[in-house]
């Protein structure tokens, strides 16, 4: 049993309760609401079309509303990432969390990941400064040294987080991923854990690894265990 003596705040609050499922029907991202307001959790992650309901649902309470931009693939037009954030900012999104071009990093375009991001990072701002951002890298796909790299290119960017998985790509966040992440992050960024955490000892291996925030559709389970 890992020891809850890493947590420096209530396990509550390091988890997104996330809901991503396109599956899934409207009650039950009611039900992640009400379950989000009875346990405090950090925040709720939803689609873009579920923005303007949880933030609804959740106003006044001190849970934020996450969502999820240019995802779960990331390749979309920098103009179209920046739309779509503001839209979503518009309906009531606290946090955003996008995901980089895993094709440009791949083929060595960094220059250009970074002026994407860089560029998404300064338009959010523009439109709420304390919108917190978290990019998707996709460690699944990626070496170690893509990991470093993309690590250092969200940093650079000016982003609040890095983020492991979308959990769509076949594999999620690793205690060894995390910990390599939080190593290159270094002081300059937050690395949020995501996909594949079950449970209170998943979640508790990868704080200690490094993880600032973690993102599972298994909260409630987690935090009552």
Not at 35 to 46: G, M, P
Not at 117 to 133: F, I, Q, S
Not at 152 to 158: F, P, Y
């Amino acid at each position: 049993m890992t020891s809850d003596t890493v947590l420096t705040r209530p396990l509550a609050q390091y988890i997104d309760h996330t809901l991503l499922k396109p599956e899934a029907p409207a009650e039950a991202y009611d039900t992640l609401l009400v379950e989000a307001l009875r346990h405090e959790f950090a925040s709720v992650c939803v689609p873009p079309a579920y923005v303007r309901r949880a933030a609804v649902a959740l106003r006044g309470s001190e849970v934020d509303v996450c969502t999820v931009i240019s995802f779960p693939f990331g390749y979309v037009d920098p103009e179209v990432r920046i739309f779509e954030s503001a839209r979503a900012i518009e309906a009531g999104a606290d946090e955003l969390d996008t995901v980089l071009n895993i094709s440009w990093l791949k083929s060595g375009r960094h220059e250009e990941v970074l002026a994407d991001l860089a560029a998404w990072v300064e338009a959010v701002h523009g439109e709420r400064d304390d919108v917190v951002t978290k990019v998707i890298i996709e460690t699944v796909l990626l070496s170690d040294d893509e990991k470093r790299a993309a690590t250092e290119l969200v940093a650079r960017s000016g982003a609040d987080f890095v983020k492991t998985s979308t959990g769509f790509a076949g594999g999620g966040a690793t205690v060894d991923d995390v910990a390599l992440l939080a190593e290159v992050a270094g002081d300059s960024l937050r690395v949020k854990a995501s996909g594949g955490i079950r449970d209170r000892d998943d979640a508790l291996a990868m704080i200690r690894a490094g993880a600032d925030r973690l993102g599972a559709s298994s909260g409630v389970a987690i935090v009552t265990a």
